[in-house]
């Protein structure tokens, strides 16, 4: 069992107005090799990454997708994939300043300055379909959007599209076109964002 430290509106960060510090248990791995788990939270059922509950963080509420097409989606019992969609709990920072930071930054990304989501290492950094990765990032709002590229370098000056791996010094997502939501794929996405390190 950890404790964390959840606010359940926007505002309480932006006028610092304590968060509600809650208990908070694992029940089911969904895919572990992202550490993807259900969680109890008293009677009600969220979901996180494992590597969000730490003791102590500072943490929100949004609803996230991850589709059952994407090749690391969770087997059903019949063999099928599976859509994995809820409440998540996304852990923004370990102080309740920097948390307030990141909800009011408007310094980078004309369109906005997300951070990203999967800290992982390597694959366990995103998502893939189709030979394409997916990046979740976490919006300033608390919506929930993907960097979508084909992951290989692009030719000439240009940057790589495939997101470097993950820092702690990172500043942010700069976001250089607006989210676009796919109906196809059910997702907001977005071809034009980098990391700022």
Request: aromatic fraction near 12%; hydrophobic fraction near 40%.
């Amino acid at each position: 069992m950890s404790t964390i430290n959840v606010y359940l509106k926007r505002n309480d960060l932006i006028d610092r107005r304590p968060p509600v510090s809650l208990n908070i248990t694992p029940s089911v791995d969904l895919i572990p090799r992202y550490g993807l788990k259900e969680y109890n939270l008293g009677n009600m059922s969220v979901l996180s990454f494992e590597d969000h509950i730490l003791e102590g963080r500072h943490m929100v509420f949004t609803n996230m997708i991850i589709p059952a097409f994407f090749d690391q989606s969770p087997m059903a019992a019949n063999g099928s994939k599976t859509e994995v969609h809820g409440l998540f709990l996304i852990n923004l920072d370990n102080s309740g300043d920097k948390a307030k930071a990141f909800v009011e930054d408007k310094e980078i990304g004309p369109f906005g300055c997300p951070k990203r989501l999967l800290t992982q290492e390597d694959d366990k950094a995103y998502f893939t379909f189709n030979n394409q990765r997916f990046y979740p990032f976490i919006m300033t709002d608390f919506t929930v959007g993907y960097y979508v590229c084909d992951g290989k370098a692009a030719t000439g000056s240009q940057p790589p599209l495939a997101w470097p791996d993950y820092s702690e010094y990172e500043i942010g997502i700069a976001l250089d076109s607006p989210l676009t939501y796919d109906a196809t794929l059910g997702l907001f996405i977005t071809r034009q964002a980098r990391v700022i390190i």
